[in-house]
T-cell receptor, first 113, second 113 residues
């Protein structure tokens, strides 16, 4: 299973765009890249998923370069309610016999006024 | 109603006691997972199951056991609880496609005294 590396924490202010980068140098051909958000004492919540190039939904954008060895989660115009831990996961059906959904320690995003 | 339901939501138990945490899902997913989360840390995988007849150990299975009673039910047991098993426990489900979108329960806060 591809190992991921993210910054431990990031700080931002309301209204700013936040970009969180995840490194996954040994990503496999069949792996997808998925980001989750977790608020305190709640289970993680799916944000966005992609395989290559750019994916955008109502919450965020995900940028994946051609080599797929990294990805960037972009949160436009953050608010205080975006303060959470963000996890990057890579994996797919054929990875090690099946995806084990392995979470790292994530990135703690703190948004201030 | 929640797609993934964990019971109980909170539990205090004594050292040495046996305790079972239950998880049920209405997503129709084959894959189910149990995680624990300690303060300030990410999620660590305890056990996972890709179908009713499949059980696999995760990163930290020692001291835990599981039972997959049906596609919709996955229980986690602590045979003899110890204080360092005090944590927040999450159950999750996902489907069999080549992606990693998972759905989490609300969590069970377990305290072993």
């Amino acid at each position: 299973l591809a190992k991921t590396t993210q910054p431990i924490s990031m700080d931002s202010y309301e209204g700013q765009e936040v970009n969180i980068t995840c490194s996954h140098n040994n990503i496999a051909t069949n792996d997808y890249i998925t980001w989750y958000q977790q608020f305190p004492s709640q289970g993680p919540r799916f944000i966005i998923q992609g395989y290559k190039t750019k994916v955008t939904n109502e919450v965020a954008s995900l940028f994946i370069p051609a080599d797929r060895k990294s990805s960037t989660l972009s949160l436009p115009r953050v608010s205080l309610s975006d303060t959470a831990v963000y996890y990057c996961l890579v994996g797919g059906l054929l990875t090690g016999g099946g995806n084990k959904l392995t979470f790292g320690t994530g990135t703690q995003l703190k948004v201030e006024l | 109603d929640a797609d993934v339901t964990q019971t109980p939501r909170n539990r205090i138990t004594k050292t040495g006691k046996r305790i079972m945490l239950e998880c049920s899902q209405t997503k129709g997913h084959d894959r189910m997972y149990w995680y624990r989360q300690d303060p300030g840390l990410g999620l660590r995988l305890i056990y996972y199951s890709f179908d009713v007849k499949d059980i696999n150990k995760g990163e930290i299975s020692d001291g835990y056991s599981v039972s997959r009673q049906a596609q919709a039910k996955f229980s986690l047991s602590l045979e003899s609880a110890i204080p360092n098993q005090t944590a927040l426990y999450f159950c999750a489900t996902s489907d069999n496609r080549g992606n990693t979108e998972a759905f989490f329960g609300q969590g069970t806060r377990l305290t072993v005294v």
